[in-house]
């Protein structure tokens, strides 16, 4: 067998990574002859033929193309401890049907059987698992794990998040709370709930949720007091 380099063939009998096995002739006189790459490196996924001497006459086969199997897993979306995380990824470079596949926790080692959605005979299946009310404990790196009839294949891992709630936090008196929410926290902000009142503490208008933990930095929010209008002196005496 040969296998291309740039523009010329070389003779893979020659590399002590490959072997040939050939076959007796079967009843209608079908030999059958398989090349085996004990380690493939990156010089291998290129083009292949063989060389067939029949009667004193050479023969060469149609080229073939080895193409590495890589297994994808996207990074989900951080989600909120009790909803759903919904992982997804593609096989590529193969048409079989994987034995199995399993999403890894890393961190537990755990592992949940993964649907295959797209049929045999694509050179890309597309994998999907949804994981139901996670929890901080689900937190940490994923991969795939892919069992194919030539061996086992992994996705690179990765990160998932899971955002921790702050317990609620009552609106102190005459006051309304108004939220927003950034990546890894939460914000709640004092507004007074009309021009009759004022924020008592100016310091203690806005609470963050660190939802990495589910902590607040503080425990005290500022209430609004009533303004009291103060009549002015007529400056005349009894």
């Known amino acids: 067998g040969e296998r291309r380099s740039d523009e010329s063939w070389i003779d893979v009998s020659t590399d002590s990574r490959c072997s040939t096995i050939v076959s007796l002739p079967d009843d209608i006189g079908v030999v059958t002859t398989q090349l085996f790459i004990n380690r493939i490196e990156e010089e291998d996924l290129t083009e292949f033929r063989a060389w067939v001497e029949i009667a004193g006459s050479s023969q ?34 193969t048409t079989e049907v994987p034995s199995s596949v399993f999403l890894v926790h890393q961190e537990s080692g755990q592992r949940v059987p993964v649907t295959v959605l797209s049929p045999d005979g694509e050179l890309e299946l597309t994998v999907e698992h949804q994981l139901v009310r996670v929890f901080s404990t689900n937190q940490g790196s994923y991969f795939l794990l892919v069992s194919l009839s030539s061996g086992t294949v992994t996705s690179d891992p990765v990160p998932l998040t899971v955002k921790r709630r702050c317990r609620p936090f009552p609106a102190p008196p005459n006051t309304q709370l108004t939220s927003q929410e950034l990546p890894s926290l939460y914000t709640l902000t004092v507004s007074c709930l009309s021009d009759q009142f004022v924020v008592m503490w100016e310091d203690r208008v806005r609470a963050t949720c660190d939802t990495t933990r589910g902590v607040w930095n503080t425990t005290t929010l500022s209430p609004c007091t009533r303004t009291i209008s103060v009549p002015e002196d007529s400056g005349g005496n009894a």
């Open 60 to 93: 060469v086969t149609r080229n073939v193309v080895l193409t590495p199997i890589t297994v994808t897993l996207h990074e989900p979306a951080a989600v909120w401890e009790g909803e759903s995380s919904l992982f997804s990824g593609q096989i590529s470079g």
